[in-house]
């Protein structure tokens, strides 16, 4: 997973200043152990008097620069959980937060081959799969 650092850099190569806030933020995520949402950000950051604005555009500068996956988790709402910059997908547990990354990606073999027939350019993909990882489901699913 990138450190601070790397993140604070990756913010100057897109053209952004390293300010107080800005480190605060990236200092604060990488704290984080599962995934979270901008508003757990704003929520702990709120008394250092950083401002959602910059919550969100530092958060949605770090997903577009694909070092942080931006996870949907329904309802047209998301969290998020710092990556490493390769192509990924999750599994998400709906109990503690924890993302798990899958390194294998068998979308592009199932869908290329449709696209391809219909004329169809992909352009990308995302995939999360969500369910309860093995320290938060009940005693009698285990096994």
Same mark, same amino acid.
């Given at each position: 997973? @990138?450190?601070?650092?790397?993140? =604070?850099?990756? =913010? /100057?190569?897109?053209?952004?200043?390293?300010?107080?806030? *800005? /480190? &605060?933020?990236?200092e604060?995520? #990488? /704290?984080?152990?599962?995934?979270?949402?901008?508003?757990d950000?704003? *929520?702990d =950051?709120? @008394?250092r008097?950083i401002?959602?604005? #910059?919550?969100?555009?530092?958060l949605?500068v770090l997903?577009?620069?694909?070092?942080?996956n *931006?996870?949907?988790i329904g309802? $047209?709402?998301?969290?998020?959980? =710092?990556?490493d910059?390769y192509?990924?997908?999750?599994?998400?547990? #709906? $109990?503690?937060?924890?993302?798990? @990354?899958l390194?294998?990606?068998?979308i592009d073999q199932?869908?290329?081959?449709?696209a391809?027939?219909?004329?169809f350019?992909?352009? %990308?993909?995302?995939?999360?799969?969500?369910? *309860?990882? &093995?320290?938060c489901? @009940?005693?009698?699913?285990? %096994?």
């Amino acid at each position: 997973m @990138p450190e601070s650092e790397e993140l =604070l850099a990756a =913010l /100057r190569g897109a053209g952004l200043r390293s300010t107080t806030s *800005r /480190r &605060a933020i990236v200092e604060q995520i #990488t /704290r984080y152990a599962g995934s979270f949402t901008a508003q757990d950000v704003c *929520r702990d =950051l709120e @008394p250092r008097g950083i401002g959602r604005a #910059t919550v969100f555009r530092t958060l949605n500068v770090l997903a577009d620069l694909d070092l942080l996956n *931006r996870l949907h988790i329904g309802g $047209g709402c998301h969290s998020y959980s =710092l990556c490493d910059p390769y192509h990924h997908h999750h599994l998400v547990c #709906t $109990g503690c937060g924890q993302v798990i @990354p899958l390194e294998v990606c068998l979308i592009d073999q199932q869908v290329r081959p449709v696209a391809d027939e219909v004329g169809f350019l992909v352009e %990308g993909h995302h995939m999360e799969v969500f369910g *309860r990882c &093995a320290s938060c489901r @009940p005693s009698e699913e285990h %096994g």
